[in-house]
Nanobody, 127 residues
Framework: QLQLVESGGALVQPGGSLRLSCAAS????????IGWFRQAPGKEPEGVSC????????NYADFVKGRFTMSRDNAKNTVYLQMNALKPEDTAVYYC????????????????????RGQGTQVTVSS
């Protein structure tokens, strides 16, 4: 059974940077696209970015383009989200997810489904 664990969230000032990690266990991620999602209080979850199984294709939501970079290290079974120029509106719980179909490609800046997801890590951007 695939398990995902996120880490790296913190309180950061506007304009600051964070790097989130999503480590997988129980199964390899080599063949699966992976997405980062976020959910702010009182709001619906939204796709932030997605990376294909090979890492050759990465998609971003418009609201993070140019600021966030997603990458993966299949040898470590881990994906990352480098977040720069953070804004207060980036405040949310961030989590990674994999579609249970284990598709190799993304569906825009997200996966089609989030059958496997972690508990999330809190990112708070505030002065």
């Amino acid at each position: 059974q695939l398990q995902l664990v996120e880490s790296g969230g913190a309180l950061v000032q506007p304009g600051g940077s964070l790097r989130l990690s999503c480590a997988a266990s129980g199964s390899t991620l080599d063949d699966s696209a992976i997405g980062w999602f976020r959910q702010a209080p009182g709001k619906e979850p939204e796709g932030v970015s997605c990376i294909s199984s090979s890492g050759g294709s990465t998609n971003y939501a418009d609201f993070v383009k140019g600021r966030f970079t997603m990458s993966r290290d299949n040898a470590k079974n881990t994906v990352y989200l480098q977040m720069n120029a953070l804004k207060p509106e980036d405040t949310a719980v961030y989590y990674c997810a994999v579609d249970g179909g284990f598709f190799s490609s993304c569906h825009g800046p997200s996966t089609r489904r989030t059958d496997y997801r972690g508990q999330g890590t809190q990112v708070t951007v505030s002065s």
